[in-house]
């Protein structure tokens, strides 16, 4: 696709329900990263795929949080037994791979926990 | 541990006015830095990306300088507008083996007064 894109662009589930967020990266784009951006907070990483492998989960909050990515293609991040302070909006970014290349982001998904 | 800052935090200037946003990090082992800006309720969107080996990109009116040694990078924005309203953000992307995250500033608010 022309850009990374996420679904859905908003998110209200209730405390305790499990959640999906997907990201569709870049076509060709074999790195991906998932970040979390609190109210004025800064980004927080989460985790990084190279292709569908994932060599640094080290910002997984929690074991409710997990994350996968098939066919080095779409990555989903699900967040179980959701809490109010999951609330947040959910980045996703891609990159060709190559360590000195640009990361194009997506518009986000804003999770509010009631 | 690289901690990225950002500074001023907010800054509000009259239209036409030349500025200067600070980005300050505290390990030199980078294989790039990136600047984005953050419009309200939006994605990132990628201004400049300086790899490590270079002193400074241009892009329009938009400057961005890195001295690796001394952890410091300026983004420079010309006749500002007040299109140009936004959180400013720049980013890391470390050498640490087995990781190309990003790590973020705290990010620099701006608005141009019309």
């Known amino acids: 696709g022309a850009g990374v894109s996420q679904s859905p662009s908003n998110k209200v589930t209730e405390k305790g329900k499990d959640v999906e967020l997907r990201c569709d990266p870049i076509?060709?784009?074999?790195?991906l990263y998932w970040y979390r951006q609190s109210l004025g907070q800064g980004l927080e990483f989460l985790i990084y795929f190279q292709g569908n492998s994932a060599p640094d989960k080290s910002g997984l909050p929690s074991d409710r949080f997990s994350a996968e990515r098939t066919g080095g293609s779409v990555s989903t991040l699900t967040i179980q037994r959701t809490q109010q302070e999951d609330s947040a909006v959910y980045l996703c970014?891609?990159?060709?791979?190559?360590?000195?290349?640009?990361?194009?982001f997506g518009q986000g998904t804003r999770l509010t926990v009631v | 541990k690289q901690e990225v800052t950002q500074i001023p935090a907010a800054l509000s200037v009259p239209e036409g006015e030349n500025l200067v946003l600070n980005c300050s990090f505290t390990?030199?082992?980078?294989?790039?830095l990136q600047w984005f800006r953050q419009d309200p309720g939006k994605g990132l969107t990628s201004l400049l990306l300086?790899?490590?080996?270079?002193r400074e990109q241009t892009s329009g009116r938009l400057n961005a300088s890195l001295d690796k040694s001394s952890g410091r990078s300026t983004l420079y924005i010309a006749a500002s507008q007040p299109g140009d309203s936004a959180t400013y953000l720049c980013a890391v992307r470390l050498t640490t083996s087995g990781t190309y995250k990003y790590i973020f500033g705290t990010g620099t608010r701006l608005k141009v007064l019309a």
């Open positions: 300086i790899q490590s080996s270079q």
């Open positions: 970014a891609s990159t060709p791979g190559q360590a000195n290349t640009e990361a194009f």
């Open positions: 390990d030199s082992a980078i294989y790039n």
């Open positions: 076509s060709g784009h074999t790195a």
